[in-house]
């Protein structure tokens, strides 16, 4: 029985005036990769957003390995082992890649070391533009530069949002395989619009609409069924 | 060309101080988004403590950080009390910061008295050298060169250093920055209570060039500050120096040639940049 990293239950969230999300529930096993799925708008970002406190939820909870983290401050909930790869990237456009990843490792030990060296072989271009600004790197580059900098710090569970979005098919061929790779280390919630990327490298599904949870399950499931598929993806 | 060279002094020397207090507001700015209109009160508290420091001490070192340490525990306050209320809400640090640089400048009245106060030169900075024609005025000189020292040091801090790391990052994005696992508030309040010091630095340093201090006279320099700000891009440390140095000596040389556009000169500096480009000369955002 594999054990659950990250339990978020009715988490409703409102931005400003508005009510963004309104019931969202899924549970991340532990080194499984958990894809969130649904037509854009649909509130993944969001999702993400408040498991790192970035919009915090106004009600329902989240815990992370069992301890509850719906109202920490984002630092918090970072450090304690959350790492997270944004929609844009978020890269530091006027620091270098090596820079970018510094100023991301909390503590300079070994360990922290030899998940650079490990992160520098999944991607050898970061090697390769060591000294070259973040702002200056491809968009493929930048997607994997954010990854390596979440993955850093020894992060339990990684949230990544959308690593394909804006990506040539070989570049996102070389983003999915990293992240296969990844998942042998860590856990993963996945928001991929891509559904063959999706279905290959997922292993559990929530489809989400509206700013609610739909459905949940297996993602071998989901590829059987047509009818979610063409209701919720517009695929099938 | 004695004249040049001295005006180029006078415009430099002033260009330093305006740099002091510009570089305190600009990674204020940048890194928290904040309008801070009661820093010139943390330049005047600087110039009235290490004249009162110098009095009580007779050491101009005591004096100068002294002014440091007082503009360090002012900037601790009003982060604290003042600003931490009021982030992300331009409209309320503008009216809470001007309240307060008012408050700032009373005080000063109640602690030290109403009227200005002499400040002396330090003697082994007092006179001046003359290299044939040209007379090079001291502690003019030592402006200069504490300025583009500070600049110096603060580079490396910012360039070289895991702190300066994470402040140049979190210019750029303060959520990814926290996302990342940084408190972002502590380096908040560190970097304000590093712009106060700044600030008092300036004011410090200002005393003795100027032969009086008044609580007013952070009001004055502060606007000019801005500017430099402004004209820099908000948020970079060069960009300040440069912009600093441009407006030093645009002072200095317009009051000299065109005295009735002295004033007016830095609006219009101001105006060229916004126009040709609107983010400053140097932007920081990356
Ligand atoms: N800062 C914001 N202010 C107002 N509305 C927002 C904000 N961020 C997101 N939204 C809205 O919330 C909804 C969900 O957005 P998002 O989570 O980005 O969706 P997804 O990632 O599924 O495409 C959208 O309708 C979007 O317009
Ligand atoms: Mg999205």
């Known amino acids: 029985m594999m054990s659950i990293l990250l339990k978020v239950e009715n988490v409703q969230t409102h931005i400003g005036q508005y009510h963004i999300l309104q019931g969202v529930s899924f549970e991340a096993k532990e080194g499984q990769v958990s894809v969130l799925l649904g ?3 649909a509130g993944k970002t969001t999702t993400l957003k408040t498991i790192m406190g970035l919009t915090p939820a106004t009600s329902g909870t989240i815990h992370f390995q069992d301890k509850e983290i719906t109202k920490q401050a984002t630092h918090h909930i970072a450090s304690s082992g959350i790492g997270y790869v944004p929609e844009d990237q978020g890269i530091f456009g006027a620091l270098t890649v090596e820079e970018n990843l510094k100023v991301a490792m909390r503590k300079e030990d070994d360990a922290a070391l030899a998940r650079q060296e490990y992160v520098l072989e999944l991607f050898p271009d970061l090697k390769k533009y060591w ?17 390596a900098r979440a993955f ?3 992060s339990k569970l990684l949230l990544i949002d959308e690593p394909s979005k804006g990506l040539a098919p070989v570049v996102i061929e070389k983003v999915m395989e990293a992240i296969v790779e990844m998942k042998k280390q860590t856990t993963i919630i996945l928001v991929e619009q891509n559904f063959i990327m999706a279905s290959r490298i997922g292993d559990t599904y929530t489809l989400i609409d509206d700013g609610e949870t739909v459905r949940s399950g ?3 499931e989901l590829v059987q069924n047509e009818e979610l598929k063409r209701q ?5 | 060309m004695e004249l040049i060279i001295n005006l180029l002094i006078n415009g430099l020397a002033t260009g330093m101080l305006i740099f002091l207090l510009a570089a305190g507001l600009t990674l204020i700015f940048g890194l928290m988004d904040v309008l801070n209109f009661a820093h010139g009160g943390l330049f005047a508290w600087g110039a ?8 009580l001490t007779n050491s101009f070192t005591i004096a100068i950080i002294g002014a440091i340490l007082t503009g360090a525990v002012l900037g601790f306050i009003t982060e604290k009390i003042i600003i931490k209320p009021v982030y992300g809400n331009h409209i309320q640090q503008i009216l809470i910061t001007l309240g307060f640089m008012i408050v700032l400048s009373e005080m000063l009245k109640v602690v030290f008295g109403p009227n200005q106060i002499a400040a002396k030169t330090p003697p082994l900075l007092s006179g001046s050298w003359e290299i044939g024609d040209v007379i090079i005025i001291k502690y003019r000189l030592f402006i200069i060169v504490v300025g583009f020292l500070v600049f110096g040091v603060f580079q490396f801090i910012l360039k070289r250093t895991k702190i300066g790391l994470i402040v140049r990052a979190g210019v750029m994005n303060k959520e990814m920055v926290q996302a990342l696992g940084i408190n972002i508030k502590q380096v908040f309040l560190y970097v304000f209570m590093v712009g106060a010091a700044l600030a008092a630095l300036g004011g410090a340093l200002m005393a003795p060039y100027s032969g009086v201090v008044y609580a007013e006279m952070g009001m004055e320099f502060a606007i000019l500050a801005f500017i430099v700000v402004v004209i820099g891009g908000m948020g970079s440390f060069p960009g300040s120096l440069l912009a600093a140095i441009l407006v030093g000596l645009a002072g200095s040389f317009m009051a000299y040639y065109v005295p009735a556009l002295s004033l007016a000169v830095n609006m219009m500096l101001m105006a060229i940049v916004l126009i040709f480009r609107p983010q400053g000369l140097f932007t920081a955002k990356g």
């Not at chain 1, 000294?131 to 990854?147: R, T, V």
């Not at chain 1, 919720?232 to 099938?236: A, D, M």
């Open chain 1, 152 to 154: 850093i710090n020894d």
């Open chain 1, 218 to 220: 297996q993602m071998s």
């Open chain 1, 39 to 41: 037509r854009n708008g």
């Open chain 2, 48 to 55: 009235f403590s290490g004249v009162w420091f110098y009095g």
């Open chain 1, 131 to 147: 000294k070259k600004d973040g702002g200056h790197l491809s968009g493929g580059q930048k997607q994997m530069l954010s990854m």
């Open chain 1, 232 to 236: 919720y993806l517009g695929i099938g």
